[in-house]
């Protein structure tokens, strides 16, 4: 089963920035929808920002909406995360995540549960 591939977590201060990769490239065929996603110590896991793979529509959770921008590398097939001004309370495991659609899919959805396939998670911690 094909699984999407976080990269590019670490540890950052507050106020800086940072970009998060996701290898997509067992999701080329067909038509999906894919997600970034976190979740903190006892926290329910919460969307940060998806994109579909035909469709320029985007949509951004309430948490980090106005400092992140998700975006789609075809030529790379990754789907990135580009984070600005983090604050400590961003520290979580983020997660990247894909879903099937079709030619007759008209909704983005972020919702975690309507999503199948997970990567492992990348740690971002932000701390002074």
């Known amino acids: 089963q094909a699984q999407p591939v976080e990269s590019g977590g670490g540890r950052v ?21 894919f997600g970034w996603f976190r979740q903190g110590p006892g926290r329910k896991r919460e969307a940060v920002a998806c994109l579909a793979s035909d469709d320029p529509t985007k949509e951004y959770g309430a948490s980090m909406k106005g400092r992140v921008a998700i975006s789609r ?7 990135s995360l580009q ?11 983020y997660y990247c995540a894909a ?3 079709s030619a007759f899919t008209i909704w983005l959805s972020c919702a975690p549960d309507a999503y199948t396939h997970w990567g492992q998670g990348t740690q971002v911690t932000v701390s002074s």
Request: aromatic content about 4%.
């Open 73 to 79: 590398e075809d030529d790379l097939n990754t789907v």
């Open 13 to 33: 201060q507050p106020g800086e920035s940072l970009r998060l990769s996701c290898d997509i490239s067992g999701f080329t065929e067909g038509y999906h929808q």
């Open 83 to 93: 984070m600005i001004r983090l604050r400590p309370e961003d520290t979580s495991v």
């Open 99 to 101: 879903r099937e659609t």
